[in-house]
């Protein structure tokens, strides 16, 4: 919600580009970065036509902006799209963890290691700062920010103890999975929050 008022946009719309809210959640094209200036100009230019159909409010609905000042209003210097960052909850747990814990379960399933992996989860003891599930880290439909930030806490260790012993075929692939979650769990604890 603070991006629909710091930037003057609809609640739908993206912060940082003109993509049309159909299109978010898929993959993203080229659009054009939102100049305020920009909008300013051409708000200043059509503001006395005679046809609403083709006026800046039909134009502006359409690229998602409330007609109006915002608090960039006057600042031709400030680039408010650039204020736009996502925060490491976004970034990193709702996305790549997500990812990861979309693959995992099925490079432990192709090389029957699930139920080892599962078991492990079930036994980590509780510590400071760590929360102790329930049910497996694979059979969880929807993760909280808790339980991601819980994930890559333990997620190498457990990792590693379920692809222990590998037979010959599976060095190579098991060293491939510890090595993409060791460096997602590396960037995810020193990045800032």
Known sequence: MENVTLHGIKFSAFPTCEVPAREL???????????YARYEQYEYENRFQAS?????????RGLGINLGQNIFHG?????????????????????????MMDWIP?????????????DVVK??????GFLVRKEA???????QE??????????????????????????????HARGCVRELVDFSMMAPD
């Open 25 to 35: 959640g898929t993959i993203i094209k080229n659009y054009r970065a939102r100049d």
């Open 52 to 60: 609403k159909s083709d006026g800046p409010q039909v134009k502006f």
């Open 75 to 99: 600042l031709h210097r400030v680039s408010a799209p650039d204020w736009h960052t996502q925060d490491m909850l976004q970034t990193v747990y709702r996305g790549l963890f997500k990812h």
């Open 106 to 118: 099925g490079i432990l399933k192709k090389h029957k290691r699930l139920p080892a992996f599962d």
């Open 123 to 128: 036994g980590l003891p509780p510590y400071r």
């Open 137 to 143: 880290d694979t059979e969880v439909a929807q993760w």
């Open 146 to 175: 808790k339980e991601m930030r819980n994930l890559g806490r333990g997620m190498l260790g457990v990792l590693a103890v379920a692809l222990r012993q590998p037979q010959s075929s599976q060095v190579i692939p098991f060293k």
